[in-house]
């Protein structure tokens, strides 16, 4: 029941901030793309993570939807990811923070998406789990805050997602942020991708500099490995909401850069 109530509320307020931006005349009257941006939300989030990427992305006249993922396993996120998919009109930028890399490298193969755009995310190779990526680098802060509920869920904190995960976010956002965060399943970190959809898409990556969650030097090597597009933000893990601009930024160019190529592949 828990969880229901915060996916209500998370889609309340996404439907909030769309009527907000509409009210104040800041959605752009006529699309200027038929490229939809999907984003897709990481463990310990949901969909209102998004909430100050949306309304800049829409005054641009881009046609956005988001993901809910369950976080219950790589094989339920992917699925929820495709079904939102399924109903943009035309070619998919999917986009991704946190554990969600992972989903978007899974979903990312589907014919519709041209682009992928990774947020402080994880990029995994064809065979490889999330916990063999964190395990190949020094323990992020963040994971010292991870405790169990004794049902397989895995949940940050309040002081560690006020100190690890959104210290660059007012102590007022991240104590709301503690109370609705999404629990990941701890077996995701087990899940692993069968087909990366970076080898076959142009990618477009953001590096928190300042992440505790996942570790900065595995961001920047992600994003050497996938030969991304890379921006470096002085940003702790949640740009999305520390740097709403800079990430609609980058997620504007990846965009145009799909827009001026019918069909853009590696």
């Known amino acids: 029941m828990h969880r229901f109530h915060c996916r209500s509320f998370a889609g309340l307020m996404l439907a909030i901030v769309s009527l907000t931006s509409f009210a104040t005349g800041k959605v752009a009257e006529k699309p200027i793309s038929d490229t939809t941006v999907v984003l897709v939300h990481g463990a310990w989030a ?10 800049l992305l829409q005054a641009k006249g881009l046609h956005v939807l988001v993901v809910q993922n369950p976080l219950t396993s790589l094989a339920d996120d992917v699925a929820a990811t495709k079904r939102t998919m399924a109903s943009a009109p035309g070619k998919v930028v999917l986009v991704g923070h946190s554990w969600a890399g992972t989903v978007i490298t899974e979903a990312g193969t589907d014919p519709k998406v041209v682009a992928l755009v990774y ?19 020094p323990k992020p802060p963040a994971l010292g805050a991870v405790h169990d509920d004794g049902h397989g869920f895995l949940y940050l904190s309040a002081e560690g997602v006020q100190k690890d995960f959104a210290p660059d976010l007012p102590a007022s956002e991240s104590a709301v942020m503690a109370v609705t965060q999404g629990p990941l399943a701890a077996s995701t970190f087990n899940d692993k991708v069968t087909d990366a959809a970076w080898k076959t898409r142009p990618s477009w990556y953001i590096v928190s500099a300042n992440d505790r969650v996942i570790s900065p030097q595995l961001e920047r090597d992600s994003a050497k490995l996938m030969n991304a597009k890379t921006t470096v933000l002085a940003s702790s893990h949640v740009s999305l909401l520390s740097h709403p601009k800079e990430v609609a930024a980058v997620i504007e160019d990846a965009v145009k850069s799909v827009d001026a190529s019918p069909r853009t592949s590696k």
Do not use: M, R
């Open 119 to 137: 947020v402080a995310a994880f990029a995994n190779k064809d065979g490889q789990a999330g916990g063999e990526l964190v395990n190949a680098y």
């Open 46 to 55: 949901d969909g209102s993570s998004w909430s100050k990427v949306i309304p």
